[in-house]
């Protein structure tokens, strides 16, 4: 491009610098003196070149575009990925503290449980009420036993659903089980018109 040279900058050589470049900087478009916005594109001018420099200047603009495109196509990119790599973090957070739960039934024994209807094992891996632990015929010998598995569901943060299932459990059922994870327990229990009702609390596994 031929440089324009001002030595010496009046109204005539400015209005003559700005007749040679008719250009919208934007979009290229042809300009007619006296616009103060784009035709095509609607852009405010500010200024307008001439057709050795648009192509220039729209190329420029373009890759400005493009890279700020780019830039914030990283950033989403590296937003999504510290939010799958916090969400996992916490995953194996919350897991590390549902297996390292650790659930003291030997204090849970002393605090709600009596001989002979509560056994505790030796290893303190689980816990057990028995409602008739004799097996006498239809009897429940000791019912305060049954009240106890009240106080021990919510010792250990257990749904009141699971009391109201001791209570509405037929010999018919059979051995039942369920498993809170999020609790650290498994409870199995089952019930018997001759025997009672037996619940066993366990140590959850996976």
């Known amino acids: 491009m031929e440089e324009l040279k001002i030595n010496s900058p009046n109204r005539e050589d400015i209005g003559q610098f700005i007749n040679t470049y008719k250009k919208c900087a934007n979009c290229g478009a042809e300009l007619t003196e006296g616009q103060k916005f784009c035709p095509k594109c609607g852009i405010e001018i500010r200024f307008s070149v001439g057709d050795s420099v648009a192509p220039e200047i729209n190329q420029f603009s373009q890759g400005v575009t493009k890279k700020h495109k780019t830039k914030k196509k ?10 799958i790599i916090i969400a996992a973090i916490s995953a194996v957070f919350v897991k590390s503290r549902i297996i390292g739960r650790k659930i003291d039934f030997s204090k849970i024994y002393i605090e709600y449980c009596k001989e002979p209807w509560a056994s505790l094992g030796t290893d303190g891996s689980y816990l057990s009420v028995d409602t008739n632990p004799y097996n006498k015929d239809n009897t429940i010998d000791y019912p305060e036993a049954y009240a106890a598995t009240k106080d021990i ?3 250990l943060g257990l749904p009141d659903s699971l009391y109201y299932a001791f209570a509405h459990t037929t010999a018919n059922d059979g051995m039942q089980s369920e498993n809170y994870p999020d609790k650290g327990v498994t409870v199995q229990w089952k019930f018997h018109p001759n025997r009672g009702l037996e619940v066993i609390y366990k140590k959850y596994k996976r």
Request: charged share 15%; proline share 0%.
């Open 74 to 83: 990283l950033l989403i990119f590296v937003a999504t990925a510290l939010i």
């Open 153 to 155: 569901n919510k010792d």
